[in-house]
């Protein structure tokens, strides 16, 4: 489909260990978004592209969150010695309104799981 | 720092009835306010933006209201079905970002 494609759905891994989750945005879309979502809770904002740059990261938790999307498309948010609290799903969005003046179209998700 | 309040508990209604469901922000002054259905294990989905200067917008069984002084918006579903059980975002927005309330679970029996 012509939808938001994030992948793996699904990724276990250990703590301490690096995790890469990567997100397909719409053809054309030059937002994209990353919200990280835990049980019982609503998506919590992490970074937003406009086109290739980060145009806000204030919600990243700390410096073990990187995020890039160095040709404007594909994104890949990367974690870092992973702790037990990573655990959540990863929401990727995107938008084709700039200035995020508009609806986001979201992808499934990753769920991480630290053990 | 801003915060964004969702009914907290679910809301449980019987088919056909109205579901009202509310919103509040504070520390905020967002341009727009979004809606978003979420299913279980599904990403969030887009239903409704209503901007500060519209008081109200509707979209079929679907009408949101926007109360800049009260800081409040209240999403309404109108001759509630089954099928409009889910968890529902509101997320105010403006500068780029968009930050999602808790959500409010609503359950409507047949």
């Known amino acids: 489909g012509a939808g938001v494609s994030q992948t793996p759905s699904n990724k276990v891994t250990e703590k301490g260990k690096y995790v890469e989750l990567r997100c397909d945005p719409i053809?054309?879309?030059?937002?994209l978004y990353w919200y990280r979502q835990s049980l019982g809770q609503g998506p919590e904002f992490l970074i937003y592209?406009?086109?290739?740059?980060?145009?806000?990261d204030s919600g990243l938790p700390n410096d073990r969150f990187f995020a890039v999307r160095p040709e404007g498309s594909v994104s890949t948010l990367k974690i870092q010695r992973t702790e037990r609290g990573d655990s959540a799903v990863y929401l990727c969005?995107?938008?084709?309104?700039?200035?995020?003046?508009?609806?986001?179209?979201f992808g499934e998700g990753s769920r991480l799981t630290v053990l | 720092s801003q915060k964004i309040e969702q009914n907290s508990e679910a809301l449980n209604i019987q088919e056909g009835k109205t579901a009202t469901l509310t919103c509040n922000y504070t520390?905020?002054?967002?341009?727009?306010l979004q809606w978003y259905r979420q299913d279980p294990g599904r990403g969030p989905v887009f239903l409704l933006l209503?901007?500060?200067?519209?008081k109200e917008k509707r979209k079929e069984r679907l009408k949101v209201t926007f109360d800049t002084t009260l800081k409040q918006s209240l999403f309404h579903i109108t001759a509630s079905q089954p099928a409009d059980s889910a968890t529902y975002l509101c997320?105010?927005?403006?500068?780029?970002?968009?930050?999602f309330g808790q959500g409010t679970e609503l359950s409507v029996k047949p």
């Open positions: 592209f406009q086109g290739t740059g980060a145009a806000d």
């Open positions: 969005a995107s938008s084709p309104f700039s200035g995020g003046h508009g609806e986001l179209f």
């Open positions: 520390n905020y002054s967002p341009a727009y």
């Open positions: 997320a105010p927005g403006g500068g780029g970002k968009l930050i």
């Open positions: 053809s054309g879309h030059t937002a």
């Open positions: 209503i901007r500060e200067n519209e």
